[in-house]
């Protein structure tokens, strides 16, 4: 079965730190995969996405991620945390022929001063 | 500007007292979807549209209904609300398949007492 695994609920952080939020994917077809954000009261928002190419993808924010097929991965990092940063994360993955995209539960990243 | 449009933003109903939540998108997209959010559980679709005249159910459709008679909006319906379906209730259009990028509305926060 499809299926996304985001193996944090939460993660705490300091600020200047540097981040990776973990993604795992199980998928039988070729994926699109994505990493949304959501900001407190706000809707969600397209952090990055690959298709295809290069497996190292850079996107808003200063934020980048890596596609790693072998680990069937798609692990979201920066290098330096911004207490903006604070939020919600999810990882998607879709394809091109497909009629849904599906989504993992969610990372909360927390950031202290 | 590119956006996708849901009302009301916050809603306090009572059980069984029927109620819409508008969403509209002003990018001539194809495909529109509706989704809740609830803790732990990520985004479950609820139903889906392919185009005018076309929807189908997500995975959590028990209790909703949806129309899509113009291109532009889907409007999501609960004829008959219970307390099991307070959540956080997004909105999302894609330019063409879905698992391709989709941008989501602000949400809607209801709670049925």
């Known amino acids: 079965a499809q299926s996304v695994t985001q193996p944090d609920i939460h993660i705490t952080v300091s600020e200047g730190a540097s981040l990776e939020l973990r993604c795992n994917y199980s998928y039988g077809a070729t994926p699109y995969l994505f990493w949304y954000v959501q900001s407190p009261g706000q809707g969600l928002q397209l952090l990055l996405k690959?298709?295809?190419?290069?497996?190292l993808v850079q996107g808003i924010k200063g934020f980048e991620a890596e596609f790693k097929r072998s680990q069937s991965s798609f692990n979201l990092r920066k290098p330096s945390v911004h207490w903006s940063d604070a939020a919600e994360y999810f990882c998607?993955?879709?394809?091109?022929?497909?009629?849904?995209?599906?989504f993992g539960t969610g990372t909360r990243l927390q950031v202290f001063p | 500007e590119a956006q996708v449009t849901q009302n009301p933003r916050y809603l306090i109903t009572v059980t069984g007292k029927k109620l819409t939540v508008t969403c509209s998108q002003n990018m001539n997209h194809e495909y529109m979807s509706w989704y809740r959010q609830d803790p732990g559980l990520g985004l479950r679709q609820i139903y889906y549209?392919?185009?005018?005249?076309?929807?189908d159910k997500g995975d959590v459709p028990e209790g909703y209904k949806v129309s899509r008679k113009e291109k532009r909006n889907f409007p999501l319906i609960l004829e008959s609300p219970s307390p099991n379906q307070t959540s956080l209730y997004f909105c999302?259009?894609?330019?063409?398949?879905?698992?391709?990028?989709?941008?989501f509305g602000a949400g809607t926060r209801l709670s049925v007492l």
């Open positions: 549209s392919m185009n005018v005249e076309v929807t």
């Open positions: 998607a993955v879709g394809a091109q022929n497909t009629d849904k995209l599906i």
């Open positions: 690959y298709f295809s190419g290069d497996t």
């Open positions: 999302a259009s894609s330019p063409s398949r879905p698992g391709n990028i989709q941008y």
